[in-house]
């Protein structure tokens, strides 16, 4: 069966080990926090959002979806993407995912292009929606003995394909167009992603480690702290998208077997489990998985369609896509037209995975990167830095201002995009044998083979060693201290 490797980080979110690998998919203190910290902030959408209608991003890395999720979430709290409210989580598995029943008394008529009728407007309660009667659907029957029955009957008739009500179109001239482009080779992350919980401090009793990783577990025993929270609403849209994109999750015995697996329950949200098996259930007895998918969707749509319209700068969800890709970043890429806005680079190390991290793999993105657009990455290697500046970025540093760190890197090609410029120290590096990039020509070589010849060029250089060059610096700065 395939093997997780959970544990909860300091901030509750879940992290993961790759014994592949051999390193951690997320930092111990936070794989949440780190999304946020080390890309999302950084990126500074909200006065992106301020002059741009439209946003392209690249997830290189998918995982099991942190720095998808935390945009989707940033969305929702800066009301660019406007579902949130007090009820509809509640609502939506407590009478749709365990009853499975809607009846069909004093249903709201809605069109193809989604257009409520004025007469019938002021009959939406939105605050006090009930699933008896204020949720537009057909598909519910009652059997002969009354019970009620989750049946496939949705027709394209009931898909809110446009999403404008004819009382507040206003915002209809402000959608934000939203593409977000994922990348893994491991579809079993893909399909982990919505079923993630968030736990707290108690929850770190879960950890019992099966696998030796030294710096995990000193800093598991750090203190607790949880600065952000994904809202429910995130993982039901990325739930809905993987079904529609990916609906062989359903097939995969696999990945039912992870599901099922009492080791791992403490780590998957219930609902959302609850809401995976009735979706099974439903595409098996109807043989395709569409319906459950256009299912979510109307619901969404009947739900928040008067509410979030009041909110000119919002998102309209048919404005967002998202593409799953899974297979080699390299080959993806390769395949693609799309220019992006920004890039979220989050692959292992480059000591474990250099084949996305060489010369060649910066140039592939540079193709791919708008001329306003920005690289962020956790990593701090010279070698990381002096390859993005061969291939023709700008670089500079991610500050984190809670830890007074800086904590990642920028490549862009807009220089005046550069917050922190790198220091004389970073050049110094970057000019030493520690600077040496990862090399891949024609974007096919094994990681082994790219780590062989990288040892090879390292040793065969008359550069100064990164050693001997903070050695140096260190006196230097010294002697002028002193002065």
Same mark, same amino acid.
């Given at each position: 069966?395939?093997?997780?490797?959970?544990?909860?980080?300091?901030?509750?979110?879940?992290?993961?080990?790759?014994?592949?690998?051999?390193?951690?998919?997320?930092?111990?203190?936070?794989?949440?926090? =780190?999304?946020?910290?080390?890309?999302?902030?950084?990126?500074?959408?909200?006065?992106?959002?301020?002059?741009?209608?439209?946003?392209?991003?690249?997830?290189?890395?998918?995982?099991?979806?942190?720095?998808?999720?935390?945009?989707?979430?940033?969305?929702?709290?800066?009301?660019?993407?406007?579902?949130?409210?007090?009820?509809?989580?509640?609502?939506?598995?407590?009478?749709?995912?365990?009853?499975?029943?809607?009846? *069909?008394?004093?249903? #709201?008529?809605?069109?193809?292009?989604?257009?409520?009728?004025?007469?019938?407007?002021?009959?939406?309660?939105?605050?006090?929606?009930?699933?008896?009667?204020?949720?537009?659907? *057909?598909?519910?029957?009652?059997?002969? =003995?009354?019970?009620?029955?989750?049946?496939?009957?949705?027709?394209?008739?009931?898909?809110?394909?446009?999403?404008?009500?004819?009382?507040?179109?206003?915002?209809?001239?402000?959608?934000?167009?939203?593409?977000?482009?994922?990348?893994?080779?491991?579809?079993?992350?893909?399909?982990?992603?919505?079923?993630?919980?968030?736990? *707290?401090?108690?929850?770190?009793?879960?950890?019992?480690?099966?696998?030796?990783?030294?710096?995990?577990?000193?800093?598991?025993?750090?203190?607790?702290?949880?600065?952000?929270?994904?809202?429910?609403?995130?993982?039901?849209?990325?739930?809905?998208?993987? #079904?529609?994109?990916?609906?062989?999750?359903?097939?995969?015995?696999?990945?039912?077997?992870?599901?099922?697996?009492?080791?791992?329950?403490?780590?998957?949200?219930?609902?959302?489990?609850?809401?995976? /098996?009735?979706?099974?259930?439903?595409?098996?007895?109807?043989?395709?998985?569409?319906?459950?998918?256009?299912?979510?969707?109307?619901?969404?749509?009947?739900?928040?369609?008067?509410?979030?319209?009041?909110?000119?700068?919002?998102?309209?969800?048919?404005?967002?896509?998202?593409?799953?890709?899974?297979?080699?970043?390299? #080959?993806?890429?390769?395949?693609?037209?799309?220019?992006?806005?920004?890039?979220?680079?989050?692959?292992?190390?480059?000591?474990?995975?250099?084949?996305? /991290?060489?010369?060649?793999?910066?140039?592939?993105?540079?193709?791919?990167?708008?001329?306003?657009?920005?690289?962020?990455?956790?990593?701090?290697?010279?070698? #990381?830095?002096?390859?993005?500046?061969?291939?023709?970025?700008?670089?500079?540093?991610?500050?984190?201002? %809670?830890?007074?760190?800086?904590?990642?890197?920028?490549?862009?090609?807009?220089?005046?995009?550069?917050?922190?410029?790198?220091? =004389?120290?970073?050049? %110094?590096?970057?000019?030493?044998?520690?600077?040496?990039?990862?090399?891949?020509?024609?974007?096919?070589?094994?990681?082994?083979?790219?780590?062989?010849?990288?040892?090879?060029?390292?040793?065969?250089?008359?550069?100064?060693?990164?050693?001997?060059?903070?050695?140096?610096?260190?006196?230097?700065?010294?002697?002028? *201290?002193?002065?």
């Amino acid at each position: 069966m395939y093997q997780l490797h959970p544990y909860f980080t300091n901030d509750g979110s879940v992290g993961l080990f790759s014994p592949e690998a051999d390193d951690i998919y997320h930092s111990t203190y936070g794989a949440l926090s =780190e999304a946020y910290e080390k890309f999302i902030l950084p990126a500074d959408l909200e006065n992106y959002f301020k002059i741009h209608s439209e946003i392209k991003i690249l997830d290189i890395c998918y995982g099991i979806g942190y720095n998808t999720k935390s945009f989707l979430n940033f969305l929702i709290d800066k009301k660019f993407l406007d579902i949130k409210n007090k009820n509809f989580s509640e609502f939506f598995f407590k009478k749709i995912v365990k009853k499975f029943c809607i009846k *069909n008394e004093n249903i #709201v008529p809605i069109d193809t292009d989604n257009i409520i009728h004025p007469q019938y407007s002021d009959q939406l309660d939105i605050d006090n929606i009930r699933c008896s009667d204020e949720i537009y659907s *057909n598909n519910s029957s009652r059997d002969s =003995e009354g019970e009620n029955k989750f049946i496939n009957t949705i027709t394209s008739d009931t898909i809110y394909s446009n999403n404008i009500s004819t009382k507040n179109s206003a915002c209809n001239q402000q959608n934000k167009k939203i593409f977000v482009k994922a990348i893994d080779t491991d579809e079993k992350l893909f399909y982990l992603s919505p079923f993630l919980r968030q736990g *707290n401090k108690k929850d770190k009793k879960y950890n019992k480690l099966d696998f030796n990783y030294e710096k995990i577990s000193k800093l598991l025993d750090n203190e607790f702290s949880s600065k952000y929270k994904i809202s429910q609403e995130v993982n039901l849209i990325v739930f809905k998208n993987i #079904v529609e994109k990916l609906p062989q999750i359903f097939d995969d015995k696999d990945f039912e077997s992870i599901l099922k697996f009492r080791k791992y329950s403490p780590f998957f949200d219930r609902k959302m489990l609850d809401l995976f /098996w009735a979706s099974k259930s439903n595409r098996d007895i109807n043989n395709h998985a569409r319906s459950l998918s256009t299912f979510i969707h109307n619901i969404y749509y009947k739900y928040i369609s008067i509410r979030y319209k009041k909110t000119l700068n919002s998102l309209i969800l048919d404005d967002f896509i998202f593409e799953p890709s899974i297979m080699d970043a390299r #080959v993806s890429l390769k395949q693609d037209n799309n220019i992006y806005n920004f890039i979220f680079l989050d692959a292992f190390t480059p000591a474990k995975c250099p084949a996305l /991290w060489s010369l060649e793999f910066f140039k592939l993105l540079f193709s791919h990167l708008d001329k306003d657009g920005m690289i962020l990455t956790y990593s701090n290697s010279s070698a #990381v830095r002096n390859a993005m500046l061969n291939a023709g970025f700008y670089v500079g540093k991610i500050y984190n201002k %809670g830890i007074n760190k800086f904590t990642g890197t920028v490549a862009v090609k807009n220089k005046s995009l550069i917050k922190y410029d790198l220091s =004389e120290y970073d050049l %110094g590096l970057i000019n030493s044998r520690a600077g040496i990039f990862y090399r891949d020509e024609n974007l096919t070589l094994s990681n082994e083979a790219i780590l062989e010849a990288h040892k090879k060029e390292i040793a065969l250089s008359d550069k100064i060693s990164s050693s001997a060059f903070i050695k140096n610096y260190m006196k230097q700065n010294k002697e002028i *201290n002193q002065k």
